[in-house]
């Protein structure tokens, strides 16, 4: 059975820690949710749907039910990352749409 990489390995202690520089980095890179989760090694809905679609692939050429078992589970939680991915995608450009909207007077 293939080794299927899906996120960087957890570097074993817990939470991240809070970055002050988070704010100037949100900014250099446009601003944009996405282009943070980018940086931070998300990957992006398709390359979620495309490892889903290999843990299938794979799945429906193993031999045993256990590698079955675990192959469409692996590719049941990539799906759900790539509901994920894409939701945030859409959240990051409504938010960048309100952000440049023009500003109504309140009378």
């Known amino acids: 059975m293939k080794t299927i990489s899906g996120c960087p390995p957890d570097d074993?202690?817990?939470?991240?820690q809070a970055n002050p520089d988070a704010?100037?980095?949100?900014?250099a890179?446009?601003?944009?949710v996405a282009a943070v989760a980018r940086l931070v090694?998300?990957?992006?809905?398709?390359?979620y749907l495309e490892l889903a679609s290999h843990c299938e692939s794979e799945a429906a050429k193993a031999q045993d039910k256990f590698?079955?078992?675990?192959?469409?589970?692996f590719a049941e939680s990539y799906r759900t990352l790539a509901e994920s991915a894409a939701t945030l995608d859409r959240s990051s450009k409504a938010l960048e749409t309100?952000?440049?909207?023009?500003?109504?007077l309140n009378l």
């Open 12 to 16: 074993g202690r817990g939470k991240a």
């Open 41 to 47: 090694g998300m990957r992006t809905a398709r390359e």
């Open 23 to 27: 704010d100037l980095t949100v900014r």
């Open 67 to 73: 590698s079955r078992y675990q192959l469409l589970s």
């Open 29 to 32: 890179l446009g601003g944009t």
């Open 98 to 104: 309100i952000r440049h909207a023009p500003k109504r």
